[in-house]
């Protein structure tokens, strides 16, 4: 492999990087580090688009924030916070039994 190009093709890279926004869980992690809140909104993005799980995660956190809070919900009431994510029911049990 020629290395007289990786810096140019690094530079390249990074430029392209910049004008993307990162994933919900990425800034989660980044921003509030909180555990609960990475583990959820990971969970809620298997399979589901970023715009989807950030306002899915959005809804579900304003009604239970902390894990104590969030096993007092029902799963109907889950469900209708994070629909439409993919597999919100299988997601909804999930989050209540895991």
Do not use: C, H, W
């Amino acid at each position: 492999m020629d290395d007289r190009n990786m810096a140019e093709i690094i530079r390249l890279l990074e430029g392209e990087l910049e004008n993307r926004a990162l994933p919900i869980v990425s800034r989660l992690a980044d921003e509030k580090r909180d555990p609960f809140e990475i583990l959820i909104s990971t969970l809620l993005s298997l399979r589901t688009k970023d715009e989807v799980t950030e306002a899915a995660s959005e809804r579900l956190f304003a009604l239970a924030s902390t894990p104590e809070a969030m096993v007092e919900l029902s799963a109907r009431k889950i469900q209708k916070a994070i629909y439409p994510v993919g597999f919100y029911r299988n997601k909804a049990e999930t989050i209540l039994y895991v």
